[in-house]
């Protein structure tokens, strides 16, 4: 956005939307925090590029696209609510997800551990599976889009992934020419560089990119320039992620590589397949579901001195370009710690030295009586010192006992909760520092109170199974999922949650697991049996029953009338699960008509009309004077298009 629109906050859109705080700029539009006070809700409020609102084309496509997004309902998915074009800004009104992005938590982190990593990829997976299902391409997958928002009690972190459409309409703008490579570099798939195109198979190379640096910390190609980089996604292979990290696992590296590959029928064919594949990595890997941090509510990560894989900047390259739009970033580098030797006196300063040493000697020896003297001083005042007191023993009281006495003796208690096997609610479990140790009065004692047993969350029927996973391990309990103890359901959204076992509200050990039952959707049905139906009457009945009817060839049969159906592929009553498609197959068998009776000329061109061959027998080759006496095969019956008739004449 340009620095024309800094002044849109307390803009009201539409009589309807405040704007309100920028959230995030980026090279085409602006977020910023805003409210829809006809509802009096909090939003999300994304303004485009003023060079845009004059663009009809991007208007038009713009709203198309938000309309699409707008139908696409997921947990994973940022909702939008609404959009508009009040003739100097185009909008688009969305939930407002409080946390921050992929990118955050990576600039927080570095690389991820796979647990994590794997977490965070399955719920954007599950986004873009959701999306290609309902026909929507993202085409501009990366971290930047992928939101990490607080949910549930305590909060846990939720993937969200923003920005479906949005290159799509950027691309019918006439601001934009077929020459421009719409999306980010350093995640866009070769053919999206070459031709442009964007398709399901393009989002799945961008994840497998956004999951590689998840596990490297580190996109796989830099550059100086935006269009060497994308020279390495045409020209390149995607180097496998244990180049960077040594001992990821082999299947990560193969599933990375697989969804990366430059022809883009050898990669997984969505985001569903891609979903698929990484949950059986994971079920393999003995990987149970993970808490997901939302940026900035963790500590500083370690330095990256104390990390097991450092990254080290690329030779020669000294700002590479990896980020969205060509955004300059420093890889991570192990922080050298500098040992600065003392200074060497000059020539001609050699007293002056020597009297600043003798200064030094005796303020090392002042600072080493000082401290004999306080160690004495700390050693007569008895284990505690003289201004420290132990800590009492509050375990097993109440909070306002516990209270009552840390506060008497001088303390100031700050109480927290954890989940406890044996300990009954309510009543204190232990305190840090602990009892009986020495701390000076006035200071702060942590109270851990127990928040007794845990018990299994409330998840009703129809939770998407990731946020049942989140509750579950908020509970602190395990979630498991079995894939063979899924059941069909007519009323319970494929993939997501039918029931949990045990029941909600049961009281269990703390990690203890509990069972997610999820729907595999309806039951199959049988394909119906149409054969000697006409070819539209059996697509009808297919359609009917929820398959998807195709024309599959013609063959002769004499079973079936001409034209009606002779079989289908699958054959009538098989069991379909996942592929609906249903062939259907047509009788193109010939009826021979009745010619008996009939001049042999009238006989020979009425079997011609239907497709089928005369064959003259008998004395009478005359077609002027003779008339047919007898025919094989009779009237009526069904042959194979351009097959003999044998006619017997006379004379």
């Known amino acids: ?82 959009q508009g074009f009040d003739g100097d800004h185009v909008f688009l009104v969305m939930e407002l997800v409080d946390g921050g ?28 599976a959701a999306a290609h299902q309902a026909g929507l391409v993202h085409r501009d997958v990366k971290p930047e889009n992928v939101l990490i928002g607080r949910t549930g009690t305590p909060p846990t972190g939720v993937v969200k992934v ?20 719409l999306g980010t570099v350093a995640y866009l798939a070769p053919e999206q560089v ?29 550059g100086d320039t935006a269009i060497s980089v994308a020279y390495r996604h045409v020209n390149d292979d995607v180097p496998a992620p244990s180049t960077v990290v040594p001992g990821l696992p082999p299947a990560l590296d193969d599933l990375v590589l697989r969804a990366t590959r430059r022809d883009p029928e050898a990669r997984p064919a969505d985001a569903g397949a891609f979903l698929h594949e990484l949950r059986r990595i994971r079920a393999s890997l003995g990987i149970g579901p ?93 284990p505690t010192g003289k ?20 506060t008497d003796a001088g303390f100031t208690p700050k109480f927290t909760q954890q989940r406890n096997n044996t300990i009954a609610a309510g009543l204190v479990v232990r305190t840090d520092p602990a009892a009986g140790s020495g701390a000076a009065k006035g200071s702060e004692v942590t109270v851990v109170l127990s928040s007794g047993r845990p018990t ?49 509200g049961t009281q269990l050990d703390v990690n203890a697991p509990v069972t997610i039952i999820v729907s595999k959707g309806p039951p199959p049905q049988p394909v119906p049996n149409v054969v000697g139906l006409s070819r539209d009457q059996a697509f009808q009945r297919l359609q009917a ?9 013609q063959e002769a049969s004499d079973d079936v009338p001409a034209g009606a159906v002779t079989r289908t592929s699958p054959p009538a009553n098989s069991q379909l699960t996942d592929n609906k498609r249903v062939g259907v197959f047509t009788n193109n068998a010939v009826e021979v008509p009745s010619v008996v009776g009939r001049p042999i000329q009238d006989a020979v061109e009425a079997l011609q009309q239907a497709g089928l061959q005369a064959d003259l027998k008998g004395g009478g080759r005359n077609r002027g004077f003779g008339f047919v006496v007898q025919q094989h095969p009779d009237a009526g019956d069904l042959v194979k298009q351009g097959s003999k008739v044998e006619l017997r004449t006379f004379p």
């Open 162 to 181: 923003a920005d479906f459409g949005l290159v799509r309409a950027v691309a019918s703008a006439g601001t934009t020419s077929s020459s421009v490579i």
């Open 194 to 222: 070459t031709t442009g195109l964007a398709g399901e198979r393009g989002d799945v190379y961008s994840a497998g990119i956004v999951l590689y640096e998840m596990l490297t910390g580190q996109a796989p190609y830099s």
């Open 101 to 128: 992005t992929l990118r955050d938590l990576l600039d927080e982190r570095g690389r991820l551990e796979v647990p994590l990593a794997i977490a965070v990829a399955e719920q954007m997976l599950a986004a873009l």
């Open 290 to 382: 993970v808490a997901i941090p939302v940026p900035g509510d963790q500590p500083a990560p370690l330095p990256d001195a104390e990390r097991t894989v450092p990254a080290f900047a690329p030779v020669g390259r000294t700002s590479p370009i990896t980020g969205p739009q060509g955004t300059r970033a420093m890889p991570r580098a192990a922080a050298p710690v500098h040992h600065t030797p003392p200074p060497v006196p000059p020539s001609g300063a050699t007293e002056s030295g020597g009297n600043r040493r003798t200064a030094l000697i005796w303020s090392i020896a002042a600072a080493a009586l000082l401290l004999i003297v306080a160690g004495l001083w700390f050693v007569a005042q008895g």
């Open 387 to 406: 201004s420290s007191t132990a800590i009492p023993q509050v375990a097993g009281l109440d909070r306002a006992s516990a209270e009552k006495t840390l």
């Open 1 to 82: 956005m340009t620095t024309t629109d800094t002044g849109l906050a307390g803009t009201l859109l539409e009589r309807r939307y405040r704007v309100d705080s920028p959230i995030a700029r980026g090279g085409m539009s602006s977020v910023y925090r805003g409210a829809d006070t006809r509802l009096d809700r909090p939003v999300a409020i994304k303004i485009m590029d003023p060079r845009f609102a004059d663009d009809r084309s991007f208007v038009e496509r713009f709203e198309r696209e938000a309309r699409s997004a707008a139908r696409l309902h997921h947990p994973n998915v940022v909702t939008v609510h609404d």
């Open 456 to 504: 299994v969350p409330d998840i009703s029927t129809n939770t998407s199974l990731t946020q049942a996973e989140a509750a579950i391990i908020a509970a602190e309990l395990v979630p498991q999922h079995d894939a063979n103890a899924d059941q069909f359901s007519t009323t319970v959204v494929s993939g997501n949650v039918i029931s949990v076992n045990p029941q909600p």
């Open 545 to 553: 029953a929820g398959f998807e009817p195709f024309d599959a060839g």
